[in-house]
Protein backbone atom coordinates (compact mmCIF):
# COMPACT_ATOMS: atom_id res chain seq x y z
CA UNK A 1 0.00 0.00 0.00
CA UNK A 2 1.02 3.72 -0.75
CA UNK A 3 1.94 5.74 2.10
CA UNK A 4 -0.37 8.47 2.00
CA UNK A 5 1.28 12.05 1.14
CA UNK A 6 1.03 14.39 3.86
CA UNK A 7 -0.96 17.36 2.96
CA UNK A 8 -0.39 21.45 3.95
CA UNK A 9 -3.94 20.88 5.48
CA UNK A 10 -3.39 17.31 7.11
CA UNK A 11 0.05 18.44 8.83
CA UNK A 12 -1.78 21.70 10.46
CA UNK A 13 -5.09 19.96 11.56
CA UNK A 14 -3.36 16.73 13.31
CA UNK A 15 -5.98 15.05 15.11
CA UNK A 16 -6.27 11.39 16.24
CA UNK A 17 -4.85 8.55 14.72
CA UNK A 18 -7.56 7.91 12.01
CA UNK A 19 -9.71 10.96 12.35
CA UNK A 20 -11.27 12.13 9.13
CA UNK A 21 -10.35 15.62 8.03
CA UNK A 22 -13.16 17.37 8.91
CA UNK A 23 -12.85 15.10 12.42
CA UNK A 24 -9.71 16.77 12.33
CA UNK A 25 -10.74 20.70 11.77
CA UNK A 26 -13.15 19.86 14.98
CA UNK A 27 -10.46 18.63 16.73
CA UNK A 28 -8.04 21.66 16.48
CA UNK A 29 -11.51 24.21 17.16
CA UNK A 30 -12.03 22.53 20.40
CA UNK A 31 -8.54 22.60 21.09
CA UNK A 32 -8.04 26.33 19.86
CA UNK A 33 -11.40 26.97 22.16
CA UNK A 34 -10.11 25.28 25.35
CA UNK A 35 -6.97 27.27 24.86
CA UNK A 36 -8.95 30.40 24.48
CA UNK A 37 -11.15 29.42 27.87
CA UNK A 38 -7.44 29.31 29.64
CA UNK A 39 -6.41 32.66 28.58
CA UNK A 40 -9.90 34.43 29.67
CA UNK A 41 -9.48 32.59 32.73
CA UNK A 42 -6.21 34.02 33.59
CA UNK A 43 -6.82 37.33 32.28
CA UNK A 44 -10.14 37.60 34.45
CA UNK A 45 -8.08 35.74 37.70
CA UNK A 46 -6.01 38.13 37.76
CA UNK A 47 -7.82 41.39 37.00
CA UNK A 48 -9.51 40.78 39.82
CA UNK A 49 -6.78 40.13 42.33
CA UNK A 50 -4.67 42.42 40.99
CA UNK A 51 -7.66 45.02 41.09
CA UNK A 52 -8.22 43.89 44.69
CA UNK A 53 -4.38 44.31 45.69
CA UNK A 54 -3.74 47.93 44.17
CA UNK A 55 -6.52 49.23 45.86
CA UNK A 56 -5.76 47.47 49.12
CA UNK A 57 -2.58 48.33 48.63
CA UNK A 58 -3.17 52.01 47.21
CA UNK A 59 -5.07 52.69 50.48
CA UNK A 60 -2.38 51.92 52.90
CA UNK A 61 0.48 53.10 50.72
CA UNK A 62 -1.67 56.39 50.57
CA UNK A 63 -2.18 56.63 54.37
CA UNK A 64 1.48 56.03 54.34
CA UNK A 65 2.18 59.05 52.45
CA UNK A 66 -0.38 61.24 53.89
CA UNK A 67 1.32 60.81 57.55
CA UNK A 68 4.73 60.81 55.57
CA UNK A 69 3.81 64.43 54.67
CA UNK A 70 2.49 65.48 57.99
CA UNK A 71 5.25 64.41 60.19
CA UNK A 72 7.71 65.88 57.44
CA UNK A 73 6.13 69.39 57.36
CA UNK A 74 5.95 68.98 61.34
CA UNK A 75 9.58 68.48 61.75
CA UNK A 76 10.32 71.42 59.16
CA UNK A 77 8.85 73.42 61.38
CA UNK A 78 9.59 72.49 64.16
CA UNK A 79 13.35 71.57 64.36
CA UNK A 80 14.01 70.91 68.07
CA UNK A 81 12.08 67.74 67.71
CA UNK A 82 15.44 66.34 65.77
CA UNK A 83 16.86 66.55 69.52
CA UNK A 84 14.80 63.50 70.38
CA UNK A 85 16.55 61.23 67.39
CA UNK A 86 18.50 58.97 70.13
CA UNK A 87 15.53 58.37 71.76
CA UNK A 88 13.18 57.95 68.67
CA UNK A 89 15.80 55.09 67.44
CA UNK A 90 15.59 53.74 71.25
CA UNK A 91 11.92 53.20 70.57
CA UNK A 92 12.07 51.86 67.24
CA UNK A 93 14.79 49.32 68.84
CA UNK A 94 11.96 48.47 71.29
CA UNK A 95 9.73 47.80 69.48
CA UNK A 96 11.37 45.33 66.87
CA UNK A 97 12.55 43.61 70.42
CA UNK A 98 8.61 43.29 71.22
CA UNK A 99 7.31 41.82 68.47
CA UNK A 100 10.66 39.39 68.56
CA UNK A 101 11.56 40.10 64.57
CA UNK A 102 15.36 40.48 64.20
CA UNK A 103 15.59 39.46 60.48
CA UNK A 104 14.56 42.70 59.38
CA UNK A 105 16.48 43.34 56.17
CA UNK A 106 14.53 46.02 54.68
CA UNK A 107 13.66 45.88 50.97
CA UNK A 108 16.18 42.88 51.02
CA UNK A 109 13.14 40.37 52.66
CA UNK A 110 11.02 41.56 49.59
CA UNK A 111 13.61 39.84 47.10
CA UNK A 112 13.88 37.28 48.78
CA UNK A 113 9.86 36.64 49.54
CA UNK A 114 9.73 36.54 45.91
CA UNK A 115 12.97 34.17 45.32
CA UNK A 116 10.74 31.81 48.27
CA UNK A 117 13.42 31.95 50.36
CA UNK A 118 11.75 33.71 53.70
CA UNK A 119 8.41 35.91 54.01
CA UNK A 120 7.66 38.63 55.53
CA UNK A 121 4.89 38.33 58.64
CA UNK A 122 2.01 40.49 57.93
CA UNK A 123 2.71 41.64 61.16
CA UNK A 124 5.42 43.78 60.38
CA UNK A 125 3.46 45.86 58.27
CA UNK A 126 2.50 48.15 60.61
CA UNK A 127 5.79 47.92 62.03
CA UNK A 128 7.55 49.00 58.79
CA UNK A 129 4.97 51.70 59.04
CA UNK A 130 5.85 53.35 62.19
CA UNK A 131 9.18 53.18 62.61
CA UNK A 132 9.77 54.65 59.04
CA UNK A 133 7.10 57.64 60.55
CA UNK A 134 9.64 57.98 63.47
CA UNK A 135 12.38 57.96 61.39
CA UNK A 136 11.38 61.03 59.37
CA UNK A 137 9.35 63.03 62.56
CA UNK A 138 12.79 63.17 64.25
CA UNK A 139 15.68 63.64 61.46
CA UNK A 140 16.80 60.05 60.06
CA UNK A 141 18.24 60.77 56.63
CA UNK A 142 16.57 58.07 54.44
CA UNK A 143 14.30 57.58 51.78
CA UNK A 144 10.74 56.07 52.11
CA UNK A 145 10.43 53.99 49.56
CA UNK A 146 11.75 50.92 51.55
CA UNK A 147 8.80 50.81 53.88
CA UNK A 148 6.46 51.07 50.76
CA UNK A 149 8.01 47.85 49.53
CA UNK A 150 7.67 45.83 52.25
CA UNK A 151 4.44 46.84 53.75
CA UNK A 152 3.17 46.11 49.73
CA UNK A 153 5.30 42.65 49.85
CA UNK A 154 3.64 42.06 53.34
CA UNK A 155 0.46 42.84 52.09
CA UNK A 156 0.30 41.20 48.72
CA UNK A 157 1.91 38.17 50.50
CA UNK A 158 -0.67 37.87 52.85
CA UNK A 159 -3.58 38.25 50.37
CA UNK A 160 -1.64 35.63 48.51
CA UNK A 161 -2.61 32.93 51.59
CA UNK A 162 -5.88 34.86 51.68
CA UNK A 163 -6.56 33.62 48.24
CA UNK A 164 -4.66 30.48 48.63
CA UNK A 165 -2.41 30.63 46.08
CA UNK A 166 0.39 28.38 44.94
CA UNK A 167 4.28 29.54 45.21
CA UNK A 168 4.53 30.72 41.89
CA UNK A 169 0.79 33.01 42.33
CA UNK A 170 1.88 34.49 45.26
CA UNK A 171 5.37 35.35 43.88
CA UNK A 172 3.26 37.31 41.11
CA UNK A 173 0.38 38.76 44.21
CA UNK A 174 3.80 40.13 46.04
CA UNK A 175 5.40 42.11 43.24
CA UNK A 176 1.71 43.39 42.40
CA UNK A 177 2.11 44.80 46.05
CA UNK A 178 5.27 46.41 45.53
CA UNK A 179 4.23 47.65 42.15
CA UNK A 180 1.33 49.49 43.61
CA UNK A 181 2.94 50.47 46.96
CA UNK A 182 5.66 51.97 44.62
CA UNK A 183 3.43 53.59 42.40
CA UNK A 184 1.14 54.76 45.37
CA UNK A 185 4.04 56.78 46.72
CA UNK A 186 5.76 58.08 43.86
CA UNK A 187 3.14 58.46 40.94
CA UNK A 188 4.98 56.86 38.55
CA UNK A 189 2.68 53.43 37.70
CA UNK A 190 5.02 52.89 34.58
CA UNK A 191 7.93 52.71 36.55
CA UNK A 192 6.58 50.91 39.56
CA UNK A 193 5.14 47.95 37.53
CA UNK A 194 8.43 47.33 35.50
CA UNK A 195 10.61 47.76 38.72
CA UNK A 196 8.62 44.84 40.59
CA UNK A 197 9.70 42.54 37.97
CA UNK A 198 12.88 43.86 36.92
CA UNK A 199 15.16 44.64 40.45
CA UNK A 200 14.81 40.81 41.53
CA UNK A 201 16.40 39.05 38.83
CA UNK A 202 18.67 41.35 36.18
CA UNK A 203 18.68 40.32 32.89
CA UNK A 204 15.40 38.19 33.48
CA UNK A 205 11.87 39.24 34.18
CA UNK A 206 8.69 37.63 35.11
CA UNK A 207 6.06 38.27 32.20
CA UNK A 208 3.59 36.64 33.50
CA UNK A 209 3.32 39.38 36.13
CA UNK A 210 3.69 41.89 33.58
CA UNK A 211 -0.21 42.39 33.18
CA UNK A 212 -1.03 42.12 36.92
CA UNK A 213 1.66 44.48 38.16
CA UNK A 214 0.23 46.89 35.76
CA UNK A 215 -3.51 46.70 37.04
CA UNK A 216 -2.20 46.95 40.80
CA UNK A 217 -0.03 49.81 39.62
CA UNK A 218 -2.49 51.69 37.83
CA UNK A 219 -5.41 51.22 40.42
CA UNK A 220 -2.59 52.50 43.13
CA UNK A 221 -1.82 55.06 41.71
CA UNK A 222 -5.45 57.00 40.53
CA UNK A 223 -6.40 55.71 44.39
CA UNK A 224 -3.49 58.15 45.43
CA UNK A 225 -4.31 61.11 42.94
CA UNK A 226 -8.31 60.78 44.27
CA UNK A 227 -6.98 61.93 47.77
CA UNK A 228 -4.65 64.19 46.80
CA UNK A 229 -1.87 62.48 46.66
CA UNK A 230 0.65 64.00 43.60
CA UNK A 231 4.16 63.05 42.63
CA UNK A 232 6.80 65.38 42.78
CA UNK A 233 6.75 67.49 39.70
CA UNK A 234 10.60 68.37 38.32
CA UNK A 235 10.71 70.74 35.59
CA UNK A 236 14.24 70.93 33.25
CA UNK A 237 15.06 74.59 32.89
CA UNK A 238 16.60 73.81 29.22
CA UNK A 239 17.42 70.76 27.09
CA UNK A 240 19.85 71.77 24.59
CA UNK A 241 19.55 69.76 21.30
CA UNK A 242 21.71 66.76 21.47
CA UNK A 243 25.15 66.90 19.43
CA UNK A 244 28.59 66.10 20.04
CA UNK A 245 29.46 68.18 22.77
CA UNK A 246 26.56 67.82 25.29
CA UNK A 247 26.96 63.68 23.77
CA UNK A 248 30.22 63.99 25.39
CA UNK A 249 29.09 65.92 28.79
CA UNK A 250 26.79 63.91 29.55
CA UNK A 251 28.97 60.60 28.81
CA UNK A 252 31.26 61.78 31.42
CA UNK A 253 28.39 62.70 33.72
CA UNK A 254 26.89 59.53 33.21
CA UNK A 255 30.32 57.46 34.22
CA UNK A 256 31.10 59.48 37.18
CA UNK A 257 27.52 58.58 38.26
CA UNK A 258 28.06 55.14 37.74
CA UNK A 259 31.53 55.22 40.27
CA UNK A 260 29.46 57.43 42.20
CA UNK A 261 26.26 55.10 42.58
CA UNK A 262 28.78 51.81 43.31
CA UNK A 263 30.74 54.05 46.01
CA UNK A 264 27.09 54.48 47.21
CA UNK A 265 26.40 50.93 47.44
CA UNK A 266 29.89 50.00 48.90
CA UNK A 267 29.87 53.18 51.62
CA UNK A 268 26.07 51.88 52.70
CA UNK A 269 27.23 48.20 53.11
CA UNK A 270 31.06 48.40 54.70
CA UNK A 271 29.33 51.75 57.33
CA UNK A 272 27.04 48.69 58.48
CA UNK A 273 29.60 46.23 59.02
CA UNK A 274 31.74 48.62 60.89
CA UNK A 275 29.01 49.60 62.93
CA UNK A 276 28.13 46.31 64.30
CA UNK A 277 31.30 45.03 64.67
CA UNK A 278 32.66 47.91 67.25
CA UNK A 279 29.31 48.80 68.71
CA UNK A 280 27.05 45.32 69.45
CA UNK A 281 24.38 46.53 71.73
CA UNK A 282 21.71 47.61 69.56
CA UNK A 283 20.50 50.52 71.60
CA UNK A 284 24.23 51.63 71.57
CA UNK A 285 25.05 51.61 68.39
CA UNK A 286 21.55 53.31 67.25
CA UNK A 287 22.15 56.80 70.11
CA UNK A 288 25.89 56.71 68.93
CA UNK A 289 25.17 57.43 65.58
CA UNK A 290 22.16 59.83 65.81
CA UNK A 291 24.45 61.76 68.12
CA UNK A 292 26.78 61.78 65.55
CA UNK A 293 23.72 62.76 63.09
CA UNK A 294 22.90 65.84 65.21
CA UNK A 295 26.67 66.44 66.07
CA UNK A 296 27.00 66.67 62.11
CA UNK A 297 24.21 68.20 61.08
CA UNK A 298 25.10 71.13 63.50
CA UNK A 299 28.56 71.52 62.23
CA UNK A 300 27.91 71.84 58.37
CA UNK A 301 25.15 74.64 59.62
CA UNK A 302 22.28 72.80 57.30
CA UNK A 303 19.27 70.26 57.75
CA UNK A 304 19.07 69.82 54.17
CA UNK A 305 20.27 65.89 54.94
CA UNK A 306 17.28 65.68 57.54
CA UNK A 307 14.70 63.18 55.82
CA UNK A 308 14.41 62.64 52.53
CA UNK A 309 16.33 66.17 51.05
CA UNK A 310 13.22 67.13 48.62
CA UNK A 311 13.91 70.27 49.07
CA UNK A 312 17.51 69.84 48.27
CA UNK A 313 16.46 67.64 44.95
CA UNK A 314 14.04 70.76 44.17
CA UNK A 315 17.41 73.59 44.22
CA UNK A 316 18.98 71.16 42.23
CA UNK A 317 16.74 70.84 39.49
CA UNK A 318 16.93 74.71 39.48
CA UNK A 319 20.66 74.71 39.38
CA UNK A 320 21.35 75.05 43.42
CA UNK A 321 24.09 72.71 45.04
CA UNK A 322 26.35 72.59 47.62
CA UNK A 323 29.80 71.07 46.11
CA UNK A 324 29.58 68.65 48.98
CA UNK A 325 26.35 67.83 49.57
CA UNK A 326 26.36 64.55 47.74
CA UNK A 327 28.72 63.16 49.77
CA UNK A 328 27.39 64.29 52.75
CA UNK A 329 24.17 63.05 52.08
CA UNK A 330 25.84 59.19 51.72
CA UNK A 331 27.09 59.69 54.78
CA UNK A 332 23.99 60.86 56.79
CA UNK A 333 22.12 58.01 54.67
CA UNK A 334 24.20 55.31 56.30
CA UNK A 335 24.53 56.01 59.19
CA UNK A 336 20.68 56.35 59.66
CA UNK A 337 19.86 53.13 57.65
CA UNK A 338 22.76 50.89 59.28
CA UNK A 339 22.65 51.68 62.31
CA UNK A 340 18.60 50.38 62.92
CA UNK A 341 16.71 53.39 61.66
CA UNK A 342 14.01 52.57 59.32
CA UNK A 343 13.59 53.67 55.62
CA UNK A 344 14.74 53.72 52.10
CA UNK A 345 17.58 54.01 49.74
CA UNK A 346 15.84 55.34 46.48
CA UNK A 347 14.97 58.88 47.64
CA UNK A 348 18.52 59.36 48.96
CA UNK A 349 19.98 58.18 45.89
CA UNK A 350 17.87 60.50 43.68
CA UNK A 351 19.25 62.96 45.96
CA UNK A 352 22.72 62.22 45.26
CA UNK A 353 22.20 61.99 42.12
CA UNK A 354 20.73 65.50 41.24
CA UNK A 355 23.21 67.37 43.76
CA UNK A 356 25.82 65.62 41.94
CA UNK A 357 25.07 66.38 38.33
CA UNK A 358 23.98 69.99 38.97
CA UNK A 359 27.47 70.28 40.67
CA UNK A 360 28.88 69.20 37.70
CA UNK A 361 27.02 71.02 34.95
CA UNK A 362 27.91 73.95 37.02
CA UNK A 363 31.77 73.27 36.75
CA UNK A 364 32.03 72.56 32.82
CA UNK A 365 29.21 74.92 31.82
CA UNK A 366 26.56 72.58 30.80
CA UNK A 367 22.98 72.82 31.64
CA UNK A 368 22.93 72.52 35.33
CA UNK A 369 19.22 71.51 35.15
CA UNK A 370 19.49 69.27 32.65
CA UNK A 371 22.79 67.33 34.46
CA UNK A 372 20.65 67.34 37.69
CA UNK A 373 17.68 65.17 36.50
CA UNK A 374 20.23 62.78 34.70
CA UNK A 375 22.30 61.71 37.53
CA UNK A 376 19.07 60.98 39.40
CA UNK A 377 18.54 59.04 36.62
CA UNK A 378 22.14 57.85 36.42
CA UNK A 379 22.84 57.06 39.99
CA UNK A 380 19.42 55.33 40.48
CA UNK A 381 20.15 53.13 37.33
CA UNK A 382 23.99 52.41 39.15
CA UNK A 383 22.38 51.33 43.09
CA UNK A 384 19.40 49.30 41.68
CA UNK A 385 20.68 47.78 38.60
CA UNK A 386 17.11 48.15 36.91
CA UNK A 387 17.45 50.40 32.90
CA UNK A 388 14.22 49.88 31.94
CA UNK A 389 12.88 50.89 34.90
CA UNK A 390 15.28 53.82 34.65
CA UNK A 391 14.16 55.43 31.60
CA UNK A 392 10.32 54.68 32.44
CA UNK A 393 11.07 57.37 35.39
CA UNK A 394 12.80 59.63 33.48
CA UNK A 395 9.52 60.20 30.93
CA UNK A 396 7.43 59.76 34.10
CA UNK A 397 8.88 62.71 35.88
CA UNK A 398 10.93 64.78 33.29
CA UNK A 399 8.92 64.54 30.41
CA UNK A 400 10.07 63.19 26.57
CA UNK A 401 12.41 65.92 25.76
CA UNK A 402 15.30 64.62 27.05
CA UNK A 403 15.02 61.31 26.05
CA UNK A 404 18.20 61.06 24.02
CA UNK A 405 19.96 62.38 27.21
CA UNK A 406 18.05 59.90 29.79
CA UNK A 407 18.87 56.73 27.53
CA UNK A 408 22.62 57.43 27.16
CA UNK A 409 23.26 58.17 31.05
CA UNK A 410 20.91 55.24 31.63
CA UNK A 411 22.79 52.40 29.05
CA UNK A 412 26.28 54.01 30.58
CA UNK A 413 25.76 54.06 34.16
CA UNK A 414 24.05 50.46 34.32
CA UNK A 415 27.12 49.18 32.14
CA UNK A 416 30.07 50.96 34.43
CA UNK A 417 28.33 50.53 37.46
CA UNK A 418 29.62 46.56 37.59
CA UNK A 419 27.73 44.48 39.64
CA UNK A 420 27.56 46.41 42.91
CA UNK A 421 23.68 47.20 43.97
CA UNK A 422 21.69 48.43 46.84
CA UNK A 423 20.33 44.53 47.88
CA UNK A 424 22.45 41.71 48.16
CA UNK A 425 19.42 39.11 47.47
CA UNK A 426 19.25 40.55 43.88
CA UNK A 427 20.57 38.50 41.43
CA UNK A 428 22.04 38.90 38.77
CA UNK A 429 21.30 36.44 36.21
CA UNK A 430 23.12 37.36 32.57
CA UNK A 431 26.67 39.52 32.23
CA UNK A 432 26.26 43.01 31.81
CA UNK A 433 29.48 42.75 29.76
CA UNK A 434 28.54 39.94 27.51
CA UNK A 435 25.77 37.42 26.51
CA UNK A 436 26.69 34.85 29.20
CA UNK A 437 24.36 33.25 31.84
CA UNK A 438 26.01 33.87 35.58
CA UNK A 439 23.63 34.24 38.23
CA UNK A 440 24.92 35.65 40.99
CA UNK A 441 23.80 38.36 43.81
CA UNK A 442 25.28 41.57 43.73
CA UNK A 443 28.49 42.85 45.29
CA UNK A 444 28.49 43.96 48.72
Sequence with gaps: ????????????????????????????????????????????KWLFFASITGLVVGGFS??????????????????????????????????????????????????AMIHAKSEIPFRMAPLIFLSTLITHMFGGSAGREGAALQLGGSIGNQLGRWFHFDEEDTRVVVMCGMSAAFSALFGTPLAAAIFAMEVESVGVMYYAALFPCMISSILASQFAASIGIHPEA?????????????????????????????????????????????????????????????FLTHLIGTHDYMGAGIPAIERAMDGGAF????????????LTLEAGFKGGEIVPSFFIGATFGCVFGNLVGFDPSLCAAA??????????????TSILI??????????????????????????????????IIYSKYKTKFINRHTRK
Design 1 to 44: MEKETETEESIFFKGAPGDTYPEKIKYEIKKYRDKLKNVFFVFA
Design 375 to 388: GMIAVFCGVTNCPI
Design 62 to 111: SLFAKCMVFVTNFRTENFWVTYFLPLAGVVIIFMYRVVKYKNDKGTNQVL
Design 394 to 427: SFELFGFEGVPYFALAVAVSFLMSGYYGLYHDQK
Design 323 to 334: FFAPFWKILFTA
Design 234 to 294: FRILYVPKLSLVPAVWMLLLSILCAFLSAFFCVFLHKMGDVLHKYIKNDYVRIISSACLIL
